[in-house]
């Protein structure tokens, strides 16, 4: 049985999809139901005898407690997480108090667990906490981030990504705790809160709304399909050392512009305009996000290395496949859409 936090969202959702269905592991899915989880992301699994499903926020230890004694669990995945930059520069506290105090509380609970715990399934035990490339801070031109790089973060998002990596490991350190820590590179693929910039894109394009770009679309992300963070999370739970820190990427490269360009383009062949009018007509360019890192690029060299991880998908398929997917699953994202996020921008601080 695993334990996943945050199941409910994109990796977390991706994540439970592959233990149920291709691993044939039972999962209990810890999730609060915030406005970035979808619990269409896991319907069809809702009847499998195999998946569990507990509305709980991690900052709640009795609940957490409750659930650590009923489902017993070998193995804990840590995704729960405010975890969109925007949402953080308008609303700071709502990330510390996920981010920061709700991995406190699950890191006690679950060192009191574990504790409790005897012989070869303590030994065994495992907590993989998820983390993000962004609390590296920036890159310029050139070079990568490593496991090693110093914590340089930008964003409210970011900085309390690194305070909970920094509690992770403390735990570790302090109690000896058998955790590990990843950090990936900028994910994408079907079920991707809209939000973030591909399914926005897409989305945009689809309904012919104005796409927004920051600035001129110099900065650069380090592209990871969601189905290949999958993988190397469960090779880093079966094969990684307790302790270490694994970098999760595919050293897929691209400027901002360039993927908008792409993405209007694959919409523009999978759903032509009337008129056949090119969605790249719809970009314009707006005045960038605040404290926006340039470039993000991450060496995953220790993970290929030890573990013998590999990405499985090409960009440019994985990237059509997933503009493929919004088109033809309209049901999942218009109810998002419609009552949650429209595809506004935010992010200006006016909150904070």
């Known amino acids: 049985m695993f334990l996943i936090t945050g199941g409910s969202g994109f990796i977390g959702s991706a994540l439970v999809r592959a233990l149920v269905e291709r691993e044939q592991v039972p999962v209990v899915n810890v999730d609060n139901l915030t406005y970035a989880a979808n619990p269409r992301s896991l319907g069809d699994l809702a009847s499998r005898p195999r998946y569990h499903f507990e509305r709980i926020d991690i900052c709640d230890a009795d609940a957490l407690r409750r659930t650590f004694a009923q489902y017993q669990p070998d193995a804990v995945f840590h995704l729960a997480a405010e975890s969109h930059v925007d949402r953080s ?53 050139d070079g990568t981030f490593s496991e090693s790089s110093p914590y340089e973060p930008a964003s409210p998002y970011s900085a309390t990504k690194a305070g909970s990596d920094h509690l992770v490991r403390a735990w570790h350190r302090t109690y000896g705790f058998p955790a590990i820590v990843t950090h990936s590179s900028n994910n994408f693929g079907p079920r991707q809160f809209p939000e973030k910039l591909i399914p926005l894109a897409i989305l945009n394009a689809l309904t012919d709304r104005p796409i927004a770009v920051y600035g001129r679309g110099e900065n650069i992300r380090d592209w990871l399909y969601v189905d290949d963070h999958v993988d190397a999370l469960l090779a880093i739970h079966a094969r990684g050392r307790v302790g270490e820190t694994y970098a999760i990427s595919a050293g897929n490269e691209r400027r901002n512009i360039d993927v908008v360009l792409r993405l209007c383009d694959l919409v523009d062949a999978l759903a032509p305009r009337p008129g056949g009018a090119a969605r790249r007509d719809l970009i314009r360019f707006v005045t960038d996000r605040p404290g926006h890192d340039f ?26 496949e997933t503009v493929r997917w919004y088109v033809d699953n309209p049901e999942w994202w218009e109810p998002v859409r419609r009552g949650v996020y429209g595809g506004e921008r935010i992010g200006l601080g006016s909150e904070a």
């Not at 510390?96 to 406190?104: A, C, I, P, Q, Y």
């Not at 409790?116 to 303590?122: D, E, F, P």
């Open 89 to 141: 520069i308008d609303a700071p506290h709502d990330f510390v108090r996920t981010n920061v105090l709700g991995t406190s509380t699950l890191l006690a609970e679950a060192r009191r667990y574990w504790q409790a715990m005897s012989g070869s399934r303590a030994r065994a035990f495992r907590f993989v906490h998820v983390s993000t490339d962004e609390v590296f801070g920036s890159l310029g031109a």
């Open 295 to 320: 470039r993000y690029a991450l060496d995953a060299s220790k993970l290929r290395a030890e573990l013998g991880w590999r990405p499985a998908r090409d960009f440019e398929a994985a990237l059509a």
